[in-house]
């Protein structure tokens, strides 16, 4: 299969919430697939609204900051968010959330992309201590341990899965000091 040129740019809150119904649809199809990202499934439309409004302020408040991609027709294909750490003896944390590529343009290094743009963005920003979890039996885990994220171990019983049952949760960390710009 072809590698993605799809485009990836780090948004603002304007075009954040302009892209909200996309962005919902988005996530929606990744609570679909099965992905641990928060919620239940089917994805409730009023609380996938409100967490975007939550999202767009935090963008507008420099506390979370969102990248997208979009293909040649400009349908956004994935997203990845960076949430700052916002306590005082924090400055130098965040944390990632929400990577989510369509289930159609999976496989074709679009989740790698997204990971090497927030990465730069993080570096440039002072932020070089990164943390994750996600779902312990996903395809996420080689996902992120092939890409040199340290593992903490699992979480067990962490959260439900979108089909409502206890699963673990398994805590990666990356130190962007040792590693070099991608
Ligand atoms: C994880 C995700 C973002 C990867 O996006 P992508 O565009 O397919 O990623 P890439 O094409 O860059 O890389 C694909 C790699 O991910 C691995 N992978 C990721 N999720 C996988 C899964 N559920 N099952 C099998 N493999 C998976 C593939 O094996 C492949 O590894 P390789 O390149 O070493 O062969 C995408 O699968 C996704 O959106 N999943 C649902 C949401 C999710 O689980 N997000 C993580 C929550 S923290």
């Known amino acids: 299969m072809n590698r993605s040129d799809d485009a990836i740019r780090e948004v603002g809150a304007d075009e954040l919430a302009a892209a909200g119904a996309a962005v919902r649809a988005l ?6 697939s ?3 990202l928060g919620f239940l499934g089917p994805l409730d439309d009023g609380l996938a609204r409100a967490w975007l409004s939550a999202c767009v302020d ?14 040649a027709a400009g349908a956004v294909t994935g997203m990845v968010h ?11 944390r965040a944390e990632v959330q929400k990577l989510v590529v369509a289930a159609t343009a999976r496989g074709r290094g679009l989740g790698t992309r997204l990971m ?8 440039e920003a002072g932020r070089w201590l990164l943390i994750l979890d996600t779902d312990a039996d996903s395809g996420a885990v080689d996902f992120y341990r092939d890409r040199g994220w340290g593992s ?6 962490f959260c439900l899965s979108p089909a409502g049952e206890l699963q673990g949760t398994h805590v990666f960390w990356r130190d962007l000091r040792e590693t070099a710009d991608a």
């Open 34 to 36: 099965g992905a641990s």
């Open 82 to 92: 960076l949430a700052h750490a916002t306590k005082q003896n924090a400055p130098h």
């Open 116 to 123: 090497a743009a927030l990465e730069r963005g993080a570096r």
């Open 152 to 157: 903490v171990g699992v979480i067990p019983f």
């Open 58 to 71: 935090e963008v507008a408040a420099g506390t979370r900051r969102v990248w997208l991609a979009y293909d």
């Open 27 to 32: 996530l929606a199809d990744g609570v679909a």
